[in-house]
């Protein structure tokens, strides 16, 4: 018999928000169990066992990041569930909150509990209202039922749960400008160390994890590491959420085991490309990391190993799949605009390298590029990498590096012709 | 900049910032939903208003203007009845967001940036809003409009109109 999907066990369609649904679906069975007859250390090495990686996009193996954080402490101590979602391409958490927020839940209450913290924020992006407005009913649900509050089930284990709403900044989905944020602060990363496990909200130790992670957990509580790892690879365990848009027939969000061939993925998952044209790119795990030529992606496997193979990553799981006919010179002056519009300005290699780049890009695209603005764009690139605080410098320079790599003769077209590229996109 | 209108907090307002406050160790934390909760009820956040938040949070108000200054969605000046965020980004673009926004500018008869005469909306863009599966979208206010076009835009200006 096989195991049911990780986070998508239900038709979409009736309202699986409540906690009534989540209940029909062996909802809090794990937690029951964990509060009776588990112990902290073995929820933690349950979760280090299972291989489980963190789905915000650096894919750190989630067990490793929880053995950092301290046992005992005198202070406080913090979860936060990053519900920024904020990278271009991505909407998978979104989903999950909209959708099955309780096993969001459930992990957090789990995982506070492994963790030895006593109170977690839920950081949801300042746009996502429908999310806010379901995160708050399940909460209060949840606290009704006995599963958050004082004495949770009467095992003597507390737990307040908040949500805080961000305001608009892609720069806050980064761990530490979150922290920033949480305190209510303009939201600029912070340097490390001292890292958050140490030193993070509120001078309190801290562990972050994305939502589709921690909603991850209390499947493998309940079918143990070995079920979970029944999907997917050695090194990538488990099934992956992936955000699928652009000109496909059926965008939207898939779960799949990872090790998934990409070519099944567009045509089964996607249902193809949406009209005649055929596959010209696709950007695999949202817009911070490199594009692949048509040939490149159908030839590789959605996986942490295998997409780093391929000369890219797994990323956030935001897969953009890109038609014959569109400019890729357009697609990264987007881009570009993208990170320098977010750059929180900190460090001058991004303040300065990501509004360079938008201005050359801009130029090559409305036909006043020269040659010499390539070169420039790639030693900007250059000094955008790992020179900065956090790497949303880096960010930028992996797809204007891929970009030039794999479509430079788009931009050469477009300096020689010296013709503005017409607004593209369309239909 | 001067503020034409006197806004002041309600105490329901006031009430709902105490609150948030019992959330968190510090009253600095509870400023971003201290701005949400005046911005909800004013619309935008006035220099008169952000003192005000500033005061019932028992902060200094360069606090409370660092947070307006760099969070995209305060708004520091009068915005329409309805606010309207185009996501310009790439999976909308990719399915046609030059087009929807050529309608809108039309449909409504300003540019991106502006407030139509009547007031009832500003018209503005955002990065990706996490709905790509739907592109091309746009929020107006607190609700998401999937898989526009050019066509389908004006029920949806209507629709919004006519809920107030
Ligand atoms: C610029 C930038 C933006 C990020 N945005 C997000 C985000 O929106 N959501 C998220 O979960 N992680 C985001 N991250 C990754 C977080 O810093 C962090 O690694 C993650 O939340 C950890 O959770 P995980 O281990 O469960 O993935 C971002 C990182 C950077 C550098
Ligand atoms: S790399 Fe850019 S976004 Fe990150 S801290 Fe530096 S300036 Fe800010
Ligand atoms: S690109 Fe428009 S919602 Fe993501």
């Known amino acids: 018999m096989s195991l049911p999907l990780v986070h998508l066990d239900f038709e979409p369609g009736g309202e699986t ?85 309780h096993q969001m839940i459930e992990g957090i209450v789990i995982a506070c509990y492994a963790l030895y913290a006593d109170v977690c924020y839920i950081y949801i992006r300042g746009e996502f209202d429908e999310c806010e407005r379901k995160v708050a009913q399940a909460i209060d649900e949840a606290r009704e039922a006995g599963y958050i509050g004082k004495n949770i089930l009467g095992s003597g284990l507390d737990l307040e749960v908040h949500i805080h709403k961000g305001a608009g900044a892609y720069i806050c989905g980064e761990e530490t400008a979150l922290m920033e944020s949480l305190e209510g602060k303009k ?8 890292f958050p496990a140490q030193v993070g909200i509120f001078g309190c130790p801290t562990t972050v994890n994305n939502v589709e992670t921690i909603a991850a957990v209390p499947y493998i509580v309940r079918h143990g590491a070995d079920g979970y790892r029944t999907f997917g690879t050695e090194k990538s365990a488990g099934t992956k959420l992936f955000s699928a848009s652009g000109h496909i027939a059926k965008p939207g969000v898939y779960e799949v085991p990872l090790g998934y061939p990409l070519k099944d993925f567009l045509e089964k998952e996607c249902g193809g490309m949406r009209g005649d044209k055929p596959l010209k790119a696709v950007i695999p795990g949202g817009s911070s990391v490199p594009v692949l030529t048509g040939d490149e992606a159908m030839a590789t496997h959605l996986d942490y190993e ?5 000369g890219t990553m797994l990323g956030s799981g935001g897969f953009m799949v890109i038609e014959e006919g569109t400019s890729m010179v357009s697609v990264l002056r987007i881009l570009a605009h993208f990170y320098a519009d977010e750059s929180c300005g900190q460090c001058t290699p991004c303040r300065e390298g990501t509004g360079w780049a938008y201005a050359t890009l801009s130029r090559i695209e409305q036909g006043r590029g020269s040659f010499e603005d390539l070169d420039m764009l790639l030693d900007v690139a250059d000094n955008m990498t790992g020179n900065t605080i956090c790497v949303l410098a880096d960010a930028l320079a992996m797809p204007i590096q891929s970009f030039l790599a794999k479509f430079r003769h788009e931009f050469e077209e477009c300096i020689r012709t010296g013709e503005p590229i017409a607004a593209a996109g369309g239909h | ?43 935008y956040v006035s220099n008169g208003l952000a003192l005000e938040v500033a005061d019932e949070l028992g902060i200094p108000v360069n606090w409370v203007h660092e947070a307006l200054s760099f969070y995209v969605l305060f708004h520091t000046e009068k915005v329409g ?23 809108l500018e039309s ?41 526009l076009t050019p066509d389908n835009i004006g029920q949806v200006l209507d629709q919004v109109r006519s809920s107030g």
């Open chain 1, 17 to 101: 928000w409540t906690l009534d649904s989540y209940k029909s679906r062996d909802g809090y069975a794990a937690l029951e169990t964990v509060l009776k007859d588990r112990s902290r250390d073995e929820i933690r090495d349950l979760v280090k066992e299972s291989g489980l990686r963190g789905r915000g996009g650096a894919g750190f193996p989630t067990g490793l990041k929880w053995s950092f954080f301290p046992k005992e402490t005198p202070y406080a101590k913090y979860l936060c569930v990053n519900a920024d979602e904020s990278e271009p391409g991505t909407f998978k958490d979104r989903y999950l909150m909209e959708w099955n927020p």
């Open chain 2, 1 to 43: 900049m001067s503020d034409t209108v006197d806004q002041h907090l309600s105490d329901d307002a006031k009430a709902a910032i105490k609150d948030a406050m019992g959330r968190y160790p510090t009253a600095r934390a509870a400023v971003l939903p201290a701005l949400w909760i005046a911005q909800k009820e004013h619309g």
């Open chain 2, 81 to 103: 009845k309805h606010v309207i965020w185009m996501c310009r980004n790439l999976s909308c673009w990719l399915c046609g967001y030059e087009e929807i926004k050529a309608q």
């Open chain 1, 187 to 194: 939201g600029q990363p912070r340097s490390k160390p001292p």
């Open chain 1, 306 to 310: 295998s997409l780093a193979d391929a």
């Open chain 2, 107 to 147: 449909t409504l008869g300003i540019k991106e940036g502006e407030t139509t005469a009547d007031g009832e909306f500003t018209l503005l863009s955002n990065e990706c809003l996490g709905a790509c599966g739907g592109a091309p979208m746009i929020q107006i206010d607190d609700q998401y409009y999937e898989n």
